[in-house]
Structure formats: C-alpha cells, structure tokens
C-alpha cells in the first residue's frame, strides 16, 4: 500500500511540474515513480510527454514504446510513438502508429490529426510555389514547419494555426500580419531562404496567381513547369510504393522503387533518406554511406530540410560505429550536429571519445 502511495504521489508530483512548464523536474519525479514501480503504463507514458516537449524525442519514443509493451491496448501510448516518430522524421512509423492508436479510440482527434499530417508529408509535401498560394493546404505544409527549428514551435499555437488558415481562405488578407514576424519565418521555412522582414515586402498587388491564368508566362515556361510537376507525381507514386514495401520489411522491393523515384527526382533528398535506411535496415553499411553521401550532395546543391541531412551524416557515424571505427563515427556526427543540433548527437559523440580513450 505504501508503494502504490508513493508512486501516486511521484505522479502527482510531476504532473504538476509538467503543467508548469518544468518538464525536467517532471522527468525526475516519474523516474522515481518508475523506480517504484516499474508495470506503471501511465508513469512512462507521462515521461515520454515532457521528453517529447524538452526535444528529447529518443527518449520520448523509449518511454512510449514500453508504456504500449506494459499495456497492449494503450491509445495514449501509440499516441505518444506516432508524435515522437514524427519529430524524428520517421513519417511511415509515425503513421502506422497513429492508424493503431486510432483501432483503438477512433474519435481521438490528436491521433487524427497526427494521421493526415503523415499522409499529406508521405504524399508529398509539394515543393512550395511561391506563385501559388503555400497555405491553401495547411496539413501539407505542417511537417515541414514542424522540421525548422525556427518554426516548430508555432505549431502548438492556437493564434498561429488560425492565422495559416486565414491567409489559406483569404490569401490577400496578407497585409493585416505584415507586422507579425512569424509569418516571416514561416515563408522563408516554407521557400527555401531568408526573405526580408514583411513589412517591407509589397502587397499591393495579388500575390498569389495560378500560373495557369497569367497570359504572360511563356508557352514554354509552362511547358517546364508542367513537366516539372508530373515528374514529381511519379516520382511520389514511386516512393509510396517503395514506403509499402518498407512497412512489410520487403527492403530490396522497396530499394527498387525509391531509385525509380530518384530518377524522375533526383531533387529530393527524403528519397535518399528513405533509400538509405532501407539498406541500414539489411546491414548495407557500404550502401548506406554510398546514399548518405549522395544525399548530401543534392542538398548542397539543391537543398531541404537541415535535419534530413543531419540524419544522413548520422546514418553514416553509426555504420562507422558498428564497425567499431570510432575516428570516422565521430567525424560524421560532428558533421551532422553542425548541420542540425541534438542532445542524441551529442551523446553519440561522447561515446565515440570515451571508446577511442579507454
């Protein structure tokens, strides 16, 4: 009886950290609780919570992972894997965990709403035309706002989520959030590059027009970009089909696909990504560098999201650490955390000096 009191009140305890905002100690008073009783389902998934807001989403996902193992039938808890995989760019994952939380309470509007953000990223996301209006869609641009670090915290905003659906319905109404700076950040997100502060942008004239309705663009212009914009469709049907093969461990089938998608794309660096941990997958460790490698390449070239081409170098680090190369994995973790910062990489590399020290 005592034990159960005390691990009440380690829940209490940080759950009312967590409500403050002080997810650390509320990291702390779970743990205590876990000690005391470790088949806590609720203890673990709570901890996986205030890891996911402190970023620590390794740790997030652990903690969801073993919440589900304790309870089978947990929606919370797939709840908790499918957020987690999300922020760790692992969308297929992410989807199939939501779609299992969903079996099990089908109204859970979270889950839902996790499930559409996974399928509009799996589909595409679009490259963003910045002729045509980005928040027409707001569920496709949603994962990548989510992946910039200057934006990913805007999404949890009711204020911001209202202003995107505005601008989605009323593209000319641009002008009242000209001297809100988010809407900055959120375009040069969304475009690729820094765009000057808004209110020195000009919105007098529409700003969003169909290509196909302006009479200025050249016949062959649109030719391209009509060519442009089918290649990328197949391209995305290839690469969902590889993503099928992927979920049923068909890794060599899946490998095929996404090589026919590079070759209607060779742009797109989530191609790579995915090529690169189908073959991580079957132990390729050559291969996996090889793709790695090439998708460094056409983000230099072409770019992407910073933290897809972290997750190359990473990939990279960790087949130099299976093999026990522990100069070349430090190298390519370094690499990635310069691209983009984690407190996994960190670790990583704290690892990699303290094996090449002893």
């Known amino acids: 009886m005592a034990q159960a009191n005390d691990t009440k009140n380690f829940q209490t305890l940080g759950n009312d950290f967590h409500k403050k905002g ?16 470790p088949s ?34 947990f929606a919370k808890g797939y709840s908790r894997k499918g957020s987690a995989l999300q922020f760790l760019g692992r969308t297929l994952e992410a989807k199939y965990a939501f779609e299992k939380g969903l079996e099990l309470d089908p109204e859970n509007e979270i889950m839902q709403k996790g499930l ?4 509009a990223e799996i589909d595409g996301p679009p490259s963003i ?5 980005p928040f027409a869609n707001v569920e496709t641009i949603l994962p990548r706002l989510r992946e910039d ?32 700076d988010r809407l900055r950040l959120t375009l040069s997100a969304l475009l690729g590059f820094e765009l000057e502060h808004p209110d020195k ?4 004239e529409p700003p969003f027009v169909d290509y196909d309705d302006d009479d200025s663009k050249s016949t062959e212009v ?13 391209a995305t049907e290839e690469k969902n089909v590889g993503l099928d093969y992927f979920g049923k461990q068909n890794y060599e089938k899946a490998i095929e696909h996404y090589n026919r998608a590079i070759e ?14 189908a073959y991580l997958k079957q132990g390729l460790n050559q291969q996996v560098r090889e793709t790695s490698l090439s998708l460094v390449d056409v983000w230099k070239k072409s770019g992407g999201e910073r933290k897809i081409a972290a997750k190359a170098y990473q990939r990279i680090g960790q087949t130099y650490l299976e093999e026990e190369d522990f100069a070349n994995a430090e190298e390519n973790f370094e690499h990635a955390l310069k691209v983009y910062s984690s407190r996994e990489l960190k670790k990583l590399i704290e690892e990699c000096r303290a094996k090449m020290e002893s």
């Open 116 to 119: 559409k953000e996974c399928e």
């Open 222 to 234: 649109k030719n391209k970009l009509q060519a442009t914009r089918e290649a990328k469709k197949r």
């Open 264 to 277: 209607h794309d060779s742009s797109d660096i989530t191609l790579y990504s995915e090529k690169a941990t």
């Open 129 to 133: 035309d910045p002729i045509a209006n």
């Open 40 to 73: 806590n389902h609720v203890l673990f998934s709570n901890r996986s919570a205030s890891n996911a807001k402190l970023k620590q989403y390794e740790e997030a996902l652990n903690d969801a992972n073993q919440a589900i193992e304790l309870k089978p039938d």
């Open 149 to 180: 670090e200057k934006t990913s915290k805007f999404v949890e905003d009711e204020s911001f989520m209202e202003m995107l659906k505005d601008l989605g319905q009323n593209p000319l109404h641009m002008q009242k959030y000209l001297k809100d």
């Open 22 to 37: 002080d997810y650390q100690n509320a990291i702390e008073q779970y743990t205590l609780g876990i000690s005391a009783d």
């Open 201 to 204: 942008m000009n919105f007098n």
